[in-house]
């Protein structure tokens, strides 16, 4: 093995002929002795290891030039080069049928270092490694980050990326990563393309659209689409889990409304329909892609919803909170006119924040808390009382003033304001009026069960949010409950 290793020994001097007629600066900076060894290793991935961990700590990127396996008797080859070694070769297009080359820049500058990978026989299973011309003829990298093929995911890294992508955001996998190895150069584009690539695998040959279909049909969504009559191309899509329609049943009173349009790659309006059960938490009832944010497009979407919440004898919702899209606000007078509709306080604050806040500078802490107190009124004569001081404490900002009565208070005060918001009409259910008037104000819904002698446990089940069907698991909590503190309950009822 030594004989074989002794042929390749001979240095590579910078009289020697260049590999590939390459020229070399004055200033580059010979590095054969960082590249020498005379160790052999185990296999050709070892050897590839070895060569870009050195390079890496001494700025260079180093990547295969060429290989070729074991076949017909010969030994296998394997050829390194740094990352700008060799010519960058651009491609063709063809315009009007003549070749046209695209205007590209490279950093390829035909650096003439050069590693060769050495095969012990008689199997070349086991390497070797000579250096063939160790000089550079440009300025090396002082940091890797960035580059491309130090920045690669390693193949457990890239699981580990996969595994992290449906619960956490890139940029918190890219921390993680920096982390555990504080030698990674990973970007944030790598872990981009990883997640893309895994996405665009598990499609199968499907567009984002087919793809989105196909999953709604096999898991048995609810959905619904409209396409375009000239180019057959679907322009909107809503779809309903069936659960979340069953939820529906016993809590549509109040939903939630709000539609964004920066969250997908697309730049679509993404519709968000929102429920709240009677322990005050929240379920989605719909999502849907849309064109647009018009009236016509909105109202497809909520008339659907309402068809199928009807199909499922559920109760139409009584009120509906969302910002101040009007398109949106129109789309559920004409869809369900007798529900009322609340403006949301948050998306209110975001607004008077962006807009007030600058014209105001140092007043906008005092002139916030003002506001709060206005909005948050609990008579309609409070809340002319301190409007009138608001106007008052504030007349040099006639900007700020007019932007809150023309925009806010003077269209919309009666759909935020507490003065009118909490004087709305009771929701009416016949059963809780039948209850003595003393209890009626701690009742704010009611379920009618099936009799069958677990309407207690059902009722129970229903309104937390199990369904009327899960009354077993009630059951079977409340018996957990009583056997884990016995003697307590002994001491409450000792018969």
Request: glycine share 6%; aromatic share 12%.
């Amino acid at each position: 093995m030594d004989d074989y290793l002794g042929l390749f020994s001979d240095s590579w001097s910078i009289e020697n002929d260049v590999p590939g007629g390459e020229s070399i600066s004055n200033n580059s900076r010979d590095y054969t002795v960082e590249f020498t060894t005379d160790q052999i290793f185990k296999s050709r991935e070892d050897m590839i290891n070895w060569v870009k961990t050195v390079g890496l700590k001494n700025g260079i990127v180093v990547v295969i030039k060429n290989s070729a396996n074991l076949k017909g008797g010969k030994l296998p080859k394997c050829h390194l080069m740094c990352e700008r070694g060799g010519k960058y070769k651009p491609p063709r297009y063809l315009v009007d049928g003549q070749s046209l080359k695209r205007n590209t820049g490279t950093k390829k500058c035909e650096c003439p270092f050069e590693l060769r990978g050495i095969p012990i026989p008689p199997d070349g299973v086991m390497w070797g490694l000579r250096v063939v011309c160790g000089f550079h003829n440009h300025q090396l990298a002082e940091y890797i980050d960035g580059h491309e093929y130090p920045s690669r995911l390693k193949p457990i890294e890239k699981e580990f990326v996969l595994d992290m992508a449906n619960s956490t955001t890139p940029r918190e996998i890219l921390s993680i990563l920096k982390e555990r190895d504080p030698l990674n150069t990973t970007g944030i584009k790598s872990i981009y393309n990883a997640i893309f690539t895994n996405k665009s695998a598990k499609r199968g040959g499907l567009n984002s659209i087919q793809y989105v279909l196909d999953q709604l049909i096999k898991k048995e969504y609810l959905h619904n689409y409209r396409t375009n009559p000239d180019t057959n191309e679907i322009t909107d899509i809503l779809w309903v889990h069936p659960k979340s329609l069953e939820l529906s049943v016993n809590f549509s009173s109040v939903l939630i409304i709000d539609a964004t349009y920066k969250t997908n790659e697309y730049r679509i309006p993404l519709l968000e329909v929102v429920g709240i059960t009677s322990t005050m938490r929240t379920y989605s009832l719909m999502f849907a892609y849309l064109s647009n944010e018009r009236t016509e497009q909105l109202t497809w979407a909520l008339d659907t919803l309402k068809k199928w919440m009807v199909e499922k004898k559920a109760s139409l919702p009584l009120v509906f909170v969302s910002d101040r899209d009007l398109g949106l606000i129109n789309a559920i007078e004409i869809c369900f006119p007798n529900a009322r509709h609340i403006l949301c306080i948050w998306h209110i604050n975001q607004c008077v924040m962006k807009k007030c806040a600058p014209m105001l500078g140092l007043e906008w802490q005092h002139f916030y808390a003002s506001w709060h107190s206005l909005i948050n009124s609990s008579t309609q004569w409070s809340y002319r009382q301190k409007w009138d001081v608001m106007r008052k404490e504030y007349q040099r900002f006639e900007g700020v003033l007019n932007y809150l009565w023309d925009t806010w208070l003077h269209p919309y005060k009666e759909r935020f304001v507490s003065a009118w918001v909490d004087t709305f009409p009771p929701i009416h259910d016949t059963y809780i009026e039948k209850l003595p008037v003393p209890l009626q104000r701690y009742i704010s819904h009611t379920v009618d069960v099936q009799p069958d002698g677990h309407c207690g446990f059902r009722a129970i089940a229903a309104l937390i949010g199990y369904g009327e069907e899960g009354w077993f698991q009630v059951r079977f909590e409340l018996i957990e409950e009583i056997q884990q503190n016995k003697d307590l309950y002994d001491q409450l009822y000792p018969d």
